[in-house]
């Protein structure tokens, strides 16, 4: 029997337009290889249809996007549109209104792609860092007094629900389960005196119901020295809204491009669509040049195929990744190359 999964692609803004039809090429042919069927909707929604319409969706946008079965997203950002516009108006309220509490970013050091660290080797530096996606230091929760006085003020407070950090560990303990079975939670319990020690204890309790995963713990500002000094020690690395978000893209670095990195928005329970999406932005500088990495775009396609229940096909795509970029041909120029994206995806698409 044929599977159909049912896609929203929403390309956004600059290179997010050339990264997804790359993502979808690969897609479709490993779709049609393993009997996949794959349908898409596409939406224009980013920072331009902002500029002309005055939001980033429409009124309607989250309930068109529930029918979906997930959402492959590209970038948005655009020179004039406020950062948090962009992010407020599209990205936080589909991960809220979808329950997608899993951030979720591989960090691999590929051949062919040096890591700016002598240490991180191909091979060695293969981890995840799974960030808590929708409570903790991100929240609504606070405001400002006193605007324009001497004494203004400002209150932004931080929340860990029971409930919400138990399920983003437990999420992470299973998954060392199934790879290495070594976690690591980062905190800051020595000066964040509340919410850091609740989620600590939470940690160690959840751990007792893994007895197969070795785990331990390490503040945030060791940890951010670690992930320099000895990147190749880690497996599932768990971590609040705050310091996830700032771990992934110094993880990113570490494993030399952003151009390659990916992301996927998790709901585990499934009641929801998750959203899958390259950790680069809409790279304003180098938009409609043809030249944009596509990488970042396929393996977060490969997550989501994934996620649907495709591990073998997504394989496919990682495997032909590696393969592509030890062979250092047909790359883009952010790794050296000087292929366009349309170049390079036909030499990955003859790889699969
Ligand atoms: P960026 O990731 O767009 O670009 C940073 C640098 O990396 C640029 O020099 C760019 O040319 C290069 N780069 C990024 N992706 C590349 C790729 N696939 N291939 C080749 N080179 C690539 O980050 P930046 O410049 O800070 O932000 C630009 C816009 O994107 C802003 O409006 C920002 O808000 C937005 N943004 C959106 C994100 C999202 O949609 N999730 C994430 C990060 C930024
Ligand atoms: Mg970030």
Redesign the pocket.
Known sequence: MKTTHRIALIP?DG?GAE?LPAARQVLDSVGARHGIGLEYEEFDWSCERYLREGAMMPPDGLERLRTHDAVLLG????PGVP?HV?LWGL?IPIRRTFRQYVNLRPIRVFEGVPSPLRAALPGDVDFVVVRENVEGEYSEVGGRANRGFADELAVQESLFTRAGVTRVVDYAFDLAERRSGRLTSATKSNGIVHTMPFWDEIVAERAARHPGVVWDQEHIDALAAKFVLDPGRFDVVVASNLFGDILSDLAAAVAGS??IAPSANLNPKRDYPSMF??V???????AGRGI??PI?AIWSAALMLDHLGHPEASADITRALTDALATGKAL?P?LGGTASTGVFTEHLLSLI
């Open positions: 956004g290179i990264v970038a948005v950002g655009y950062d962009s990205l952003i151009g999406e390259p680069h932005g809409s790279a304003p500088d180098i944009a990495n970042g883009t952010d």
